[in-house]
């Protein structure tokens, strides 16, 4: 058997036109809880999924940074050390002479590679008067770090100015 329902005779306890239309009652059957009707929740779940897709982008974006981050680090060690075995070089053999040189440096490190490449002379741009010293004692070299990281490849490299080895 159905009862119609009817707003309280009480007039503390009345309950608005609205609340009557929606089937909410501020007392009564449903007492003194309210509860969300399925389109709140519904909206509720798309924003909380449009958010968590936001973050997970932006996860995402934070754990690729975390990575090319750790290999520019790795790499500027790696190329720190190479400078170092060049400098001992230099001094080994009183200067450097023109070519270039590239390797993959030994495991743990296999996905690093390094170039060394060694100009002859340097130009003359942005030595001013000591242009033409630079240019009969210095040679350019340029050395690379490079990686693979997804697709692309990423590189640190360092240009220096170095002693010309003396031709006898």
């Not at 009707?37 to 690729?64: D, H, P, R």
């Not at 001992?88 to 270039?100: H, M, R």
Request: aromatic fraction near 8%.
């Amino acid at each position: 058997m159905l009862k119609r329902l009817s707003a309280p005779q009480n007039p503390s306890t009345s309950v608005s036109q609205q609340d009557l239309f929606l089937g909410r009652w501020a007392s009564g059957v449903l007492g003194h809880r309210r509860a969300f009707t399925l389109v709140e929740l519904m909206a509720a779940v798309a924003v909380i999924a449009v958010g968590m897709v936001f973050i997970l982008g932006a996860f995402s974006q934070c754990m690729s940074s975390l990575a090319t981050a750790e290999h520019k680090i790795t790499a500027n060690f790696l190329l720190n050390a190479k400078i170092w075995e060049e400098g001992l070089a230099i001094k080994e053999n009183n200067g450097s002479e023109a070519g270039e040189w590239s390797e993959a440096f030994k495991p743990p490190y296999e996905n690093f590679n390094w170039t060394r490449v060694v100009r002859d002379g340097v130009s003359a741009g942005d030595l001013g008067n000591e242009s033409l010293f630079a240019q009969e004692n210095l040679n350019e070299e340029e050395s690379k770090v490079s990686w693979a990281q997804g697709k692309a490849v990423k590189d640190v490299t360092v240009t220096r100015y170095v002693k010309r080895k003396k031709k006898e």
